[in-house]
């Protein structure tokens, strides 16, 4: 049946992909495009954009500005009313609501059906649509959203110190800290002295990540309870014993004593340097790969072996409930005033058949790779290959990065042994997730400027510096409970009832 089903998608995929003009390149019509690409990448003379516009029967003149001044460039643009024809916006918020209530943007909500976007309208879920729908103009869409599937939420252990302690990989709170534990008192790296410890919370990414939440039951706030009732999530019980969970690590020494000091990636310096045992901030099962590959972690650390584990499950549970909301990259938008508008549709709509997204990804054979395995979502390449696949293709250039059939694009890994770590890891973790879809309510009207009141009165850097002194022992809980309780629930307050007012995720 499956495989029936696959016939069938390619099938629909390739009438939707042969509506475009077939024309010799000098008759073709020329659509213009502003993207966000990656500093490596090559617009001109890029051979892959070439097959892009041969493969849909047009000619497409890409305008690439440095990407760290990517948003200024298009704000120009924007501003300048000599808009192309499609424009990768990068922004759901205050400037694409504006720029869409200008009539700068397409309103592309008649185009979205099965007969004139048949790949977008199969492929995109309504959750996804909600985050490029704009409710002041009567809920309609302005743009695509570049959607996301990202390989599953895990955790890295060090594999060789679970060998060496006889430890079992952990998938509870409590199993996770006690390896934690015995990562800090036992010597795992058997030099004698006491140089190691468990983990580190890293609050400069964000100290909430749903790999480890997820073993206590929190709700984000945009989640109702079983009575239909929001609550903030950090006035939650569950939360409360989430923090007690890390303020014990702390005291027993297994989580970093100074955490609360690290910015940005210090944590993964940490861990190359082979002080740490476990890697947990935002990590995905592609990372298994790429942290093992790192040349500080294999120099300091050469006969690691590296391991993932789930994220953390509930006591009792043999499959982790992980809140995972749409991962939205950005969105593209079609110039109002083009006169291409039906051939603009159709360009974007082909960029969510899998045709068009493995072109971008994997590009030309021959040119950026030797062969392609749509199975392992991996392409074996040549050394040379390999340099022009750094030039000619990229993530950054795909309207779409998942299939067709919301599956993972590419695999992670150069060699045939790193593709084969990390397909084992992608089954093995997937089988013990289940990801519980739902919405973090930004796209609904008032939300923005609420969150800008709060974000100005500084009540978030206020708690995050009281969590950190109870994480510590400084303060007592009364003290962080009163602060949540009477300061930052109020502030929320209105926007829970947004989220009511609109049955957000019942």
């Excluded at 990390?422 to 969150?451: C, D, K, M, P, W």
Aim: net charge negative.
């Amino acid at each position: 049946m499956k495989k029936a089903l696959s016939i069938i998608l390619t099938c629909a995929i390739l009438l939707t992909l042969a509506v475009f003009p077939a024309a010799a390149e000098e008759d073709r019509v020329t659509l213009t495009m502003l993207q966000r690409l990656n500093a490596s990448y090559v617009v001109e003379d890029n051979p892959v954009i070439k097959a892009w516009g041969d493969l849909l029967g047009v000619n497409i003149e890409i305008e690439a500005p440095p990407i760290s001044s990517y948003n200024d460039r298009r704000n120009i643009v924007m501003a300048s009313g000599d808009l192309p024809d499609i424009i990768y916006v990068g922004d759901t918020g205050t400037n694409y609501v504006q720029w869409a209530s200008d009539g700068l943007l397409l309103n592309l909500t008649p185009y979205f059906n099965e007969e004139t976007m048949p790949n977008a309208f199969t492929c995109l879920t309504e959750d996804e649509l909600a985050t490029v729908r704009i409710a002041s103009l009567d809920n309609e869409i302005y743009s695509m959203p570049r959607v996301q599937t990202k390989p599953w939420d895990g955790i890295i252990y060090r594999g060789d110190w679970l060998e060496k302690l006889g430890l079992e990989m952990p998938t509870t709170p409590a199993e996770f800290a006690e390896v934690a534990l015995a990562f800090t008192t036992q010597d795992p790296d058997g030099n004698g002295i006491d140089d190691t410890f468990g983990w580190s919370l890293n609050t400069a990414m964000g100290a909430e990540h749903r790999s480890v939440l997820s073993g206590f039951g929190v709700r984000p706030s945009s989640v109702p309870d079983e009575n239909g009732n929001y609550v903030l999530m950090q006035a939650q019980d569950a939360y409360m014993d989430y923090l007690d969970w890390m303020r014990d690590m702390y005291a027993a020494g297994s989580l970093d004593p100074e955490f609360y000091l690290t910015t940005m990636y210090e944590d993964d310096d940490i861990f190359d340097a082979g002080r740490m045992g476990i890697k947990y901030c935002n990590t995905v099962v592609e990372h298994l790969v790429t942290v093992a590959a790192r040349e500080a972690f294999k120099a300091a650390n050469p006969d690691a072996k590296l391991v993932m584990g789930p994220p953390l499950m509930q006591e009792g549970q043999t499959v982790a409930d992980v809140y995972y909301n749409p991962q939205i990259w950005g969105n593209y938008a079609i110039n109002a005033d083009t006169e291409h508008v039906d051939l603009c549709v159709k360009f974007l709509d082909a960029g969510y058949t899998d045709e068009v997204n493995e072109l971008l990804m994997f590009g030309v054979q021959g040119i950026t790779y030797e062969e392609f395995f749509p199975e392992l979502r991996y392409a074996s390449k040549t050394e040379e290959q390999k340099l022009n696949a750094d030039k000619y293709v990229a993530s950054y250039a795909t309207i779409n990065y998942q299939t067709h059939d919301k599956g993972l694009l590419i695999a992670n890994g150069n060699t045939d042994e790193e593709v084969a770590i990390f397909n084992e890891a992608y089954e093995r973790i997937g089988a013990q997730t289940n990801r519980v879809s739902y919405l973090g309510g930004g796209h609904l009207a008032g939300i923005n400027e609420i969150n800008v009141q709060i974000s100005d009165e500084g009540i978030g850097d206020t708690f995050g510096e009281l969590r950190t002194k109870y994480i510590c022992g400084q303060i007592e809980k009364d003290e962080l409970v009163n602060f949540i309780q009477n300061t930052m629930v109020p502030a929320y307050q209105p926007i829970l009832d947004i989220y009511a007012a609109n049955d957000l995720n019942k």
